[in-house]
T-cell receptor
Framework: AQKITQTQPGMFVQEKEAVTLDCTYD???????LFWYKQPSSGEMIFLIY??????QNATEGRYSLNFQKARKSANLVISASQLGDSAMYFC?????????????FGKGTKLTVNP | DAGVTQSPTHLIKTRGQQVTLRCSPK?????VSWYQQALGQGPQFIFQ???????QRGNFPDRFSGHQFPNYSSELNVNALLLGDSALYLC????????????FGQGTRLTVV
């Protein structure tokens, strides 16, 4: 069974510094996709970045980048120049094919706190 | 372009009652998935609708049912509510194949008392 592991329940970072949020995954399927979402206290899941298993380059979206290490099955999110508004829960998820359709399987999340 | 919209945003129900939650997908998306997020957990897949049919279902009892309309909007129904059904219910929309796109609504926070 596929699963996502986020080992950091909470992380703290100083404003303007970079932070890495860890995510490891387990799958035997050669074709998969990895997503990162931000969830503020309001509840909405905000899409941040996507990495496909066949993508040669690490994905980047503004201040977000994904450190994709396929052999180690890790897909860590790097946030550069942290801002106070980055304080939120962050979830790693994997696209899981199932019977002709697809669903997302989520980790338990990491709570990021950015200190001024 | 409106993203994924859900209604209502908050709901309080009594044990044993029934509830209906609604979702309108992002323009251009025809597939709707529903997730349940208990406090302190990641979202769990409930089911997915495409072409007005349930395509896949997660490990949820039959008390959870859904519907998709011709305009791709969707409803999630929960019967015989239990206290444990209290959670944030998230709707996600995507094209037919999940690909690189899966956008979520703001969620409906259901409290069962």
């Amino acid at each position: 069974a596929q699963k996502i592991t986020q080992t950091q329940p909470g992380m703290f970072v100083q404003e303007k510094e970079a932070v890495t949020l860890d995510c490891t995954y387990d799958t035997s399927d050669p074709s998969y996709g990895l997503f990162w979402y931000k969830q503020p206290s309001s509840g909405e899941m905000i899409f941040l970045i996507y990495q496909g298993s066949y993508d040669q380059q690490n994905a980047t979206e503004g201040r977000y980048s994904l450190n994709f290490q396929k052999a180690r099955k890790s897909a860590n999110l790097v946030i550069s120049a942290s801002q106070l508004g980055d304080s939120a829960m962050y979830f790693c998820a994997m696209r899981e094919p199932q019977g002709g359709s697809e669903k997302l399987v989520f980790g338990k999340g990491t709570k990021l706190t950015v200190n001024p | 372009d409106a993203g994924v919209t859900q209604s209502p945003t908050h709901l309080i129900k009594t044990r044993g009652q029934q509830v209906t939650l609604r979702c309108s997908p992002k323009s251009g998306h025809d597939t709707v998935s529903w997730y349940q997020q208990a406090l302190g957990q990641g979202p769990q897949f409930i089911f997915q609708y495409y072409e007005e049919e349930e395509r896949q279902r997660g490990n949820f009892p039959d008390r959870f049912s859904g519907h998709q309309f011709p305009n791709y909007s969707s409803e999630l129904n929960v019967n015989a509510l239990l206290l444990g059904d209290s959670a944030l219910y998230l709707c996600a929309s995507s094209p037919y194949t999940l690909g690189t796109e899966a956008f979520f609504g703001q969620g409906t926070r259901l409290t069962v008392v």
